[in-house]
C-alpha cells in the first residue's frame, strides 16, 4: 500500500525552464492537495482539488498550474521556473475537504539556479 | 490579521518527561484542529483530531486539548521516548468560503528527547 507517491524525488531546473511534479494516491480519496514548505514560513497551500474535475487556488497559487488527470492523479506544473520556486513540494490526499485527515507523499525537493 | 502560532521553535525534553506544545491561533474560528508529526526528509503524518465541541482526545500516549475560548490547543506526549524527537505542526481547518474547508497549518515545533 504505497499511499502518496510523488515523482521526482530530487531537481534541479533553470530560471526560465518548466516542469511537472507528478502526484497518485492509491486510497481512493478525493480531494487532493499541493503544498510547498520554506524554512521559516510552514506549510503553504499552493492549489488543491475538492473532487475529480474540480480545482481550486489555495495560498500562493501564482506561477503554478495544476490538473486533477483522474481520481488518483494531481499534477503541479511550473511554466516559467524562477529561483523563489526553490522549495519543497508536497503533494496529500484526503477522504473528503473537512474535518478528514491529510495523507502526504514525502516530497519533492526542487532548486531552481 | 490570521495567525497560528506554536509556542516555540524547539523544545528540548529528558526521556520518561511529559513534553507539552502548544498551539494558539488569532482571528480563526476552526471547527476542527489537526496535529502532525513530521520527521527530517518526510512529509506529515496525521496524528490526531479534535472538534470544537470536543474538549480532550487521546491516543496512547498522546492527548490533545482544545479551547475554543483561549483559542489554544495544547499537545501532550507522556512518558516521551527518544523515537518522539521531530517537529510537530497544528493545523487549523477553516471554513474559506461555503462549503470550502483549507487547512491552515502553523510552523512547527522540534521537540528534541534526551536520553
Known amino acids: 500500500n504505497a499511499g502518496v507517491t510523488q515523482t521526482p524525488k530530487f531537481q534541479v531546473l533553470k530560471t526560465g525552464q518548466s516542469m511537472t511534479l507528478q502526484c497518485a494516491q492509491d486510497?481512493?480519496?478525493?480531494?487532493m492537495y499541493w503544498y510547498r514548505q520554506d524554512p521559516g514560513m510552514g506549510l503553504r497551500l499552493i492549489y488543491y482539488?475538492?473532487?475529480?474535475?474540480?480545482?481550486d487556488k489555495g495560498e500562493v497559487p501564482n506561477g503554478y498550474n495544476v490538473s486533477r488527470l483522474n481520481k488518483r492523479e494531481f499534477s503541479l506544473r511550473l511554466e516559467s521556473a524562477a529561483p523563489s520556486q526553490t522549495s519543497v513540494y508536497f503533494c496529500?490526499?484526503?477522504?473528503?475537504?473537512?474535518?478528514?485527515?491529510?495523507?502526504f507523499g514525502d516530497g519533492t525537493r526542487l532548486s531552481i539556479l | 490579521s490570521q495567525k497560528i502560532e506554536q509556542n516555540s521553535e524547539a523544545l528540548n525534553i529528558q526521556e520518561g518527561k511529559t513534553a507539552t506544545l502548544t498551539c494558539n491561533y488569532t482571528?480563526?474560528?476552526?471547527?476542527?484542529l489537526q496535529w502532525y508529526r513530521q520527521d527530517p526528509g518526510r512529509g506529515p503524518v496525521f496524528l490526531l483530531l479534535?472538534?470544537?465541541?470536543?474538549k480532550e482526545k487521546r491516543k496512547e500516549r498522546l492527548k490533545v486539548t482544545f479551547d475554543t475560548t483561549l483559542k489554544q490547543s495544547l499537545f501532550h506526549i507522556t512518558a516521551s521516548q527518544p523515537a518522539d524527537s521531530a517537529t510537530y505542526l497544528c493545523?487549523?481547518?477553516?471554513?474559506?468560503?461555503?462549503?470550502?474547508?483549507?487547512?491552515?497549518f502553523g510552523k512547527g515545533t522540534l521537540l528534541t528527547v534526551n536520553p
Open positions: 496529500a490526499s484526503s477522504v473528503a475537504l473537512q474535518n478528514r485527515p491529510q495523507h
Open positions: 486510497m481512493n480519496h478525493n480531494s
Open positions: 482539488s475538492a473532487s475529480e474535475g474540480t480545482t
Open positions: 482571528n480563526y474560528s476552526p471547527a476542527y
Open positions: 479534535i472538534r470544537e465541541n470536543e
Open positions: 493545523a487549523l481547518d477553516v471554513n474559506s468560503g461555503g462549503s470550502n474547508y483549507k487547512l491552515t
